[in-house]
């Protein structure tokens, strides 16, 4: 992915943020519908960077991926790598 378009990636839009802001859900309710919107989009980016469709990836290739992302954030720094952490 171009840095132009991965700088612009946002895990919850502004108007998701609010739609689940209006939802009739307690305080961790919401924090979890958050995490799971947010897990959504980045298991899509996750298919999308391993060519395996969504539904096939599997507990350790999205292990293998987060330690890839790690890997490039030490080496070649935070701008470099998916998750801006």
Known sequence: MADSQQSSIQFLTPEESADVDQALLSSP????????????????????????????LTHQQIIEWFEKDSKIRREQGVEAAFLKW
């Open 29 to 56: 309710e919401k924090f979890l519908t958050r995490l799971t919107i947010s897990s959504l989009r980045l298991l899509k980016h996750i298919s999308q960077d391993t060519g395996v469709a969504m539904e096939e």
